[in-house]
């Protein structure tokens, strides 16, 4: 199926969707903040060898560098601006709005979330962006 990497610093949040998206035969990758994805994603240090994601899960709260943060910094990056993001925040409007003319966000999702819809909504944003 996909890799998916989910970028969140609450653990329980990051175990639930690894329960929930590996069920479906995902690869989860994990990241606590901004600058760990970053790392991951071989962007600082740059390591164009990195395998890069099929969808990011994001959260925008987070310590060192927070949600909106790395969303700017992957846009910057041929590499990795074509890559979805789903946002996965506790934040509301606000916060929302900053995310709303980011080309590569496919969907924005509100803790608390339910599991099924979270679910179907990775399935659609993965499904639409396979070649036709």
């Known amino acids: 199926m996909a890799t998916i990497l989910v970028v969140d610093d609450e653990p329980e949040i990051v175990t ?3 329960f929930v998206l590996e069920r479906d035969g995902h690869k989860i ?5 901004g600058q760990v994805a970053l790392e991951r994603l071989g962007v600082e240090p740059p390591t ?11 959260d925008i709260m987070m310590p060192v560098m927070d949600g909106y943060e790395l969303n700017n910094r992957l846009q910057k990056e041929n590499r990795t601006k074509a890559i979805p993001i789903l946002v996965l925040t506790a934040k509301g409007q606000k916060m929302r709005d900053l995310f709303e ?9 509100q803790k608390p979330f339910d599991p099924k819809m979270l679910r ?6 993965l499904t639409s962006k396979k070649p036709a």
């Open 48 to 58: 164009l060898d990195s395998g890069l994601p099929d969808l990011i899960v994001l």
């Open 16 to 18: 639930l969707l690894r």
């Open 120 to 125: 179907e909504l990775i399935t659609g944003i």
């Open 29 to 33: 990758l994990e990241a606590g903040n």
């Open 101 to 109: 003319m980011a080309p590569n966000v496919a969907a924005y999702v």
